[in-house]
């Protein structure tokens, strides 16, 4: 693992590269160890073997603390006696000094992220085995985690509101009624009937009524679980909090209608019907953002239906308030990956994909050239940054 240090939009601010170990071309990197590997020597050459597979680690999912001192991140690796991957969440000092493996669990564990106050540290897993996703609560002083939601849906993503007072998840409709909770035959497996266009879906099957995806609003002290939105035939997704947590963005879907999405801002409370910023052509990987003034939303659009099998993400902007969107960097013919506004506003940075590998770059929000910020040594794969400090995940095809 190579540690790199770059300056990014403020002179003060670093940036710390992590790499993570990956699997490119053919050409294995030695296992994760952390990045103190950074002194390491590199290991002898040798042909790589099958069993080389075993000993990958992937680094992914950096997570900043408020304060900037401590870093969140995940390593995933093969569990050969269970044959599948399993996922734990780790913490590292901003000096590399301390390297700490936080969760050990049965199950995977993913999506850090800290709370407002630095106090917590958050994630998602579905503890006990074939349990439901929940958002798990670690005190950073130490302890063993506890499970801070316990809903019945699967929760496919969650963000803290400023405040910290509050979560919005997004969260799958349980299937499971308070009827049938003690009926065996009310469980029992039922017919399957196709009546929609869109019935089926990658990694999961068949669709049902109640597989649509919403957004929930949970308060963290009183475990109160209220649904934001009314609108039950909407795939709801990519939530993201106002800076002054008084709003949501999000991207809705109507499941039967392919190619589009739709850019949503509703009132951080239950029962307010939400305004429609926009449709535009779906992207292969959704990160909304807004700016720090809450005054604009930064969003990646596809290519039209047509052509999304060739699809390349743009990275665009738009008011919060209403407006046409404009698209940043349009020159650009290359896709566009997680975006981010850096802390004066007035630009974005982004993973710009470009012949087999990637570079980090940004652009101003007013227009202009697009800058590139790295030189393509390492593939960037992640960047997040908050406190005055960055992190950057980042590999290559052989590195030690």
Known sequence: MIVYARRLAPPATRVRIFL?????????????AGPLLAQASAPAKRPLTADDIYRVKEVAGPQVSPDGRWIAYTVTGMDREADRLRTAV?????EGTQDLRLTNGPESETSPRWSPDGRHLAFLSARPAEGKTQVWLLDRRGGEASPLTDVKGDIGGYEWSPDG???????????????????????APKP????????????????TALSHTHLYLFDVGSRKLERLT?????????????????EIAFVGREPDRAGTDDLFVVEARAGVAPRKLLTFNASDAQRLLWSPDGRTLAFVHGLEPKYQGYNQ?????????????????AALDRRVTKAEFLPDGASLAFIVEDDRRSYLAKAAVGGG?????????????????RGGRAVVAASTDSAA
């Open 230 to 246: 009314e609108d039950k035939g909407l795939e709801e997704s990519d939530a993201a909090w106002s800076p002054d947590g008084s």
């Open 165 to 187: 007072q509050r979560l919005v998840l997004v969260m799958q409709d349980s299937e499971e009624s308070p009827a049938a909770a003690g009926d065996a035959k009310a469980k």
């Open 369 to 385: 050239a697009v800058e590139r910020m790295t030189d393509g040594a390492a593939v960037p794969s992640d960047h997040v940054s």
């Open 20 to 32: 993570s170990l990956v699997v490119l071309l053919g050409l294995c990197l030695p296992p994760c």
């Open 313 to 329: 993400d743009r990275l665009a902007v738009v008011p919060a308030a209403g407006g046409e969107p404009r698209d940043l960097a």
């Open 192 to 207: 399957i009937v196709i009546d929609r266009y869109h019935f089926k879906r990658d990694y999961e099957g068949y669709l």
């Open 90 to 94: 780790w913490m590292v000092n901003w």
